[in-house]
């Protein structure tokens, strides 16, 4: 899969040699700076990373963001991460951090938040325009959008039909309305921890309850809201779901389970769901 009019870099990331190309995304006031990462040949799946808010860590450089990009595009992905307005590269004024954060603490919503759910709604335009042109002579692989902390949110007010999967890592659901999800089919994936001091396991655990299957959770002990320490064993839950994605080889009448790393352990949930365990 390629980009027109971008820039293209190659990194050497054992085994799997990377093509990284710097795009620009258009938006109604600019563009926003992106990053599409993939593998020479065949791309089995399309991903859309969606930061969280500026304000907790929202930028492409995110350690949690690059290792989730690194694993997928390794795995035969091609994954577009990208930046909000205002945020590194991207065009747009730069966020008055203080009377930003006052509002947060007041009413829970930052007052540039529509800005960046628009931003991501044009950047799923993009992912899936690339794809479609990308294999035109056939169908397009699925496309799955990652949104972490805010960019759940983001991630979920920007579904679109064309969208096969949802991962959602540390959804901030005591700040956001997810309220959209329950009308909603689509594949899930919830990764948690049992200690997020953004998103309490409790508060987590009955906003899951009342989700639509098909549904899968994973809660990573002791990973707090930013993952640090534990980026590989998000990453290998990612990247496992993410195959459930690919289109079936054909004849072939189921598709075969994804690996697992020997971490994780499964446990069935009562509500039909599957939880996952990394530790």
Known sequence: MRSEDARTVHRKIMPTELIREQVRIKTASGTLAGE???????????????????????????????????????????????????????????????????????????????RLTDDTRHAVAWMTEATCRADSASLPPPLILVGYSFGAYAATMALTDTVGALVLISPTVRQHDFSPLRE???????????????????????????????????????????????????????????RKTEPRPSGSGTRSPPNRTATVRERQQGNGSKAVTAG
């Open 184 to 242: 909603r089919t689509i594949a899930k994936l919830i990764v948690h921890s049992d200690n997020d001091f953004a998103t309490p396991q409790p508060d987590l655990e009955d906003w899951m309850a009342g989700l639509p299957q098909p549904l899968e959770t994973c809660c990573i002990p002791s990973g707090d809201h930013f993952y640090r320490g534990h980026e590989d064993a998000v990453a290998s839950v990612c990247l496992a779901f993410a």
């Open 36 to 114: 599409l990462t993939y593998p020479f040949g065949h791309t089995s799946f399309a991903a859309l990373i969606v930061n969280p808010h500026p304000h907790m860590g929202g930028h492409t450089g995110n350690s949690l963001l690059v290792r989730l990009a690194d694993t997928m595009a390794g795995d035969g992905s091609a994954v577009l991460s990208f930046d909000y307005a205002g945020v590194g590269e991207s065009d747009g004024p730069r966020i008055d951090v203080a009377a930003s954060m006052s509002q947060f603490w007041q009413t829970g919503a930052a007052p540039e938040d529509p």
